[in-house]
């Protein structure tokens, strides 16, 4: 599974942004998918996550500001940035983990990342 990223930008703070993750097949069975982000000189860190039963969880950094969601038309999710502020600078990927029922194994996979520069 190949994972596509887009939506990022430059943004003034206090502005929005949507970011989309599409997948290049339909997966059938997925544990969770979620955002990563890493700044520069930083470690990549998760920012929101979203299980198969629609649970979400999300860094307490970005609580109130940022709304996961499946987004099944491309059999992805999507990430809705408000409020955003200069430290939300970050190439930003996204990350499903699913199960594999021809290898009968747990993978995961990684979308090549969006840059998303806020400006004060």
């Known amino acids: 599974v190949q994972l596509q990223a887009s939506g990022g930008g430059l943004v003034q703070a206090g502005g929005s942004l949507r970011l989309s993750c599409a997948a290049s097949e339909r997966i059938l069975s997925i544990n969770d998918m979620a955002w990563y982000r890493q700044a520069p000189g930083k470690q990549r860190e998760l920012v929101a996550s979203i299980e198969s039963g629609g649970g979400t969880n999300y860094a307490d950094s970005v609580k109130g500001r940022f709304t996961i969601s499946n987004d099944t038309a491309n059999n992805g999710v999507s990430l809705q940035m408000d409020s955003l502020k200069p430290e939300d600078t970050a190439v930003y990927y996204c990350?499903?983990?699913?199960?594999?029922?021809?290898?009968?194994?747990?993978?995961?996979?990684w979308g090549q990342g969006t840059l998303v520069t806020v400006s004060s």
């Open positions: 990350h499903v983990d699913y199960f594999d029922f021809i290898l009968q194994m747990t993978r995961n996979s």
